[in-house]
C-alpha cells in the first residue's frame, strides 16, 4: 500500500492546523501569588513547624527510631528462649495473669 504524500489532502490538512500555534502565557503576577501561598503555608505551622521540616531533624529522629527498633529487636532476641516444653509456656502465662474469681454481686447484698 503506497500513500502519494503529495497529493493526500488529509496529511496537508493535519500539518496546517499547527500554523495558528503560540506559546502559552501565565497570568500576571502568577509567579508572586504562588510565592506567597507557599509563605502563607509554611508559616501555619509556626516555628514548631519550620524547626521540624528541616531535612537533617528529620534524618536524625529517623536515624534514632531506627536504632532504637534494632536495639530493641536484639535484646527481644537475646532473652529469647526455645522451650521444648508446652506446659510451662502456660504456667509463664498463669502466673503472670491470675484467673481468680472476684464476686461482684455480692459485695453490696443491701436489701431495700
Known amino acids: 500500500m503506497s500513500i502519494d504524500s503529495q497529493n493526500d489532502p488529509r496529511i496537508d490538512a493535519v500539518l496546517n492546523s499547527l500554523d495558528g500555534i503560540q506559546r ?10 504562588l510565592q506567597s501561598r507557599m509563605e502563607k503555608e509554611f508559616d501555619q505551622g509556626g ?4 524547626w521540624l521540616t528541616r531535612p537533617v531533624l528529620a534524618l536524625t529522629i529517623a536515624a534514632i527510631i531506627l536504632i532504637a527498633n534494632a536495639t530493641t529487636v536484639l535484646k527481644m532476641w537475646e532473652q529469647h528462649t526455645v522451650s521444648n516444653n ?13 484467673a481468680g474469681i ?4 455480692n459485695e453490696n447484698s443491701l436489701e431495700p
Open 24 to 33: 502559552a502565557k501565565a497570568p500576571d503576577f502568577l509567579y508572586t501569588r
Open 47 to 50: 516555628p514548631l513547624g519550620r
Open 86 to 98: 508446652p506446659n510451662e509456656s502456660g504456667q509463664i502465662v498463669a502466673a503472670e495473669y491470675p
Open 102 to 105: 472476684y464476686p461482684v454481686y
